[in-house]
């Protein structure tokens, strides 16, 4: 069976390494929509290269402008635009598998959205469990779907947790424990990074730290 894969921040990081995953894997797997937030050129490169049923750019204000340059790249698909759209894709019938990599609270709608609808979703979007957990979890157990961790330390411990969602008290698992692997104090000496949730908020406010494609190869 092919799976049908919504690639939610698809011109990041996470959302190319799984374009390429499924490039690899065109029997089992078929990216059906890909949406992003505003890199048209980059969407525009996937579109033609995977030739999806539906693309979605967040901003608004750029809808026109890929929907010509698919037109130029001979891509024929829908198009549409902003979170609302985004947030529809991830429970239509369009896909059965959803990617959710758009960061922070711009990925929580689509997410949940996904969870309700009984999809695999494939959380790289940690933030929504940080956010919402409770009505992820709510979600979850009303879509009856599937739950599949990407985020790196969250996958580590799912891949060491073998079976079917274990009873973690009768396996004799009373802690897991998520070590701080990066974040605003990564690359930092020990002396630069002060004391106290001041620094904390000092340094993840974004005018101290910089946006996300100033951080690492932003994820949508």
Not at 130 to 144: I, K, N, R, S, W
Request: charged share 20%; aromatic share 2%.
């Amino acid at each position: 069976m092919t799976r049908n894969v919504a690639v939610l921040g698809a011109t990041g990081s996470i959302g190319t390494n799984t374009l390429d995953v499924i490039s690899c894997h065109p029997d089992r797997f078929r990216a059906s929509v890909l949406a992003a937030r505003h890199n048209v050129e980059a969407l525009t490169e996937l579109c033609a290269r995977h030739r999806p049923d539906l693309v979605i750019i967040a901003d608004t204000a750029l809808e026109a402008e890929l929907a010509r340059r698919l037109a130029a790249h001979g891509v024929r698909c829908d198009v549409a635009s902003g979170h609302d759209a985004i947030t529809r894709a991830a429970a239509s019938g369009l896909c059965d598998t959803v990617m959710a990599a758009m960061a922070g609270a711009a990925g929580l709608d689509s997410t949940l959205a996904a969870a309700r609808a009984g999809k695999r979703l494939l959380l790289a979007n940690k933030e929504s469990l940080v956010m919402a957990g409770p009505l992820l979890l709510q979600a979850l157990a009303t879509g009856h779907g599937e739950l599949i961790p990407v985020a790196p330390e969250h996958n580590a411990i799912f891949r060491c947790l073998l079976g079917d969602r274990p009873n973690l008290n009768q396996s004799g698992v009373r802690r897991l424990t998520l070590t701080a692997s990066g974040g605003p104090f990564h690359g930092c000496r020990r002396a630069e990074r002060g004391d106290g949730p001041q620094n904390v908020g000092r340094h993840c406010h974004p005018d101290e730290y910089g946006s996300a494609s100033d951080r690492s190869p932003s994820p949508v």
